[in-house]
């Protein structure tokens, strides 16, 4: 088992997409309005063009800019949702941000899969699938229960599309600080277009309180299931945040 804390700064290029998206979301870019150029760009997050390209390259893939002679501009209809969907701020794997980085331990295994998972995953009952735990304990307070945990399971078909996944295939070959937090933008930057379908509830036990509980199943356009998330919060830190756009 791999075992490590995870490493804290997302690339810089996601960070600038992540800031522009929320220009456009929020309409601060008016649907149809000129981005400011790559130069205006590289000057206000001190960055260099080719990371301003590849954010970019980003929003163009997801439709929320289009790119012509004259320069970038926010896509026409402005951006589209068909329910609701993580604030962009959230949308890492497997609890956004909201958990400090810094503590969040992380660990890979390989495990049986539970019979009600494995027709879903693609594996046969008791096959072993891939195993992602992230934990993050309370600060100070290591033996109590955690602030939050997420237990995901990939499907065949995640490991066979996805190329960071399928590089995890073999135990030997897992990183000394296992770090997923970039699911997402490999399905996409593998041409995997996801519907995320997440239920919200309470889970509780015999002399335990009751905690905040998220189920996420993951799938792309074809109807594959990628991806199996159980979340857990504990009742002082659970907070999930989503961003409606009308």
Same mark, same amino acid.
């Given at each position: ?20 998206? *929320? ?19 590289? /000057? ?11 954010? %970019? ?30 604030? $962009? ?54 033996? *109590? ?46 041409? %995997? ?12 036990? $015999? ?12 799938? *792309?356009?074809?109807? /594959?299931?990628?991806?199996?998330? *159980? ?16």
């Amino acid at each position: 088992m791999a075992e490590s804390h995870a490493p804290a700064a997302l690339p810089l290029y996601l960070q600038v997409a992540a800031a522009l998206r *929320d220009d456009l979301t929020q309409r601060r870019i008016a649907p149809g309005t000129r981005l400011p150029s790559e130069r205006s760009l590289v /000057h206000r997050f001190r960055v260099n063009r080719q990371t301003v390209r590849n954010a %970019l390259q980003l929003l163009r893939e997801e439709r929320l800019v289009v790119t012509e002679r004259r320069g970038t501009f926010a896509a026409p209809g402005g951006p589209v949702s068909r329910g609701p969907v993580l604030a $962009p701020a959230l949308l890492h794997f497997p609890c956004g941000p909201g958990a400090p980085d810094a503590s969040a331990v992380t660990s890979l295994a390989w495990e049986p899969t539970p019979p009600e998972l494995a027709e879903r995953l693609g594996l046969r009952p008791g096959e072993r699938s891939l195993v992602h735990r992230h934990r993050v304990p309370r600060a100070g307070a290591a033996a *109590d229960p955690a602030a939050q945990e997420a237990h995901s399971r990939f499907s065949r078909h995640a490991l066979a599309e996805v190329p960071e996944l399928g590089r995890l295939l073999r135990a030997e070959d897992w990183p000394d600080r296992p770090d997923l937090r970039l699911l997402y933008h490999w399905m996409h930057r593998a041409g %995997l277009r996801l519907t995320r379908r997440e239920s919200i509830g309470v889970s509780s036990g $015999p002399g335990t309180a009751a905690r905040l509980a998220v189920h996420r199943e993951v799938c *792309d356009q074809h109807g /594959h299931v990628l991806e199996v998330t *159980d979340i857990r919060f504990a009742p002082d830190a659970a907070c999930w945040t989503y961003e409606f756009t009308a």
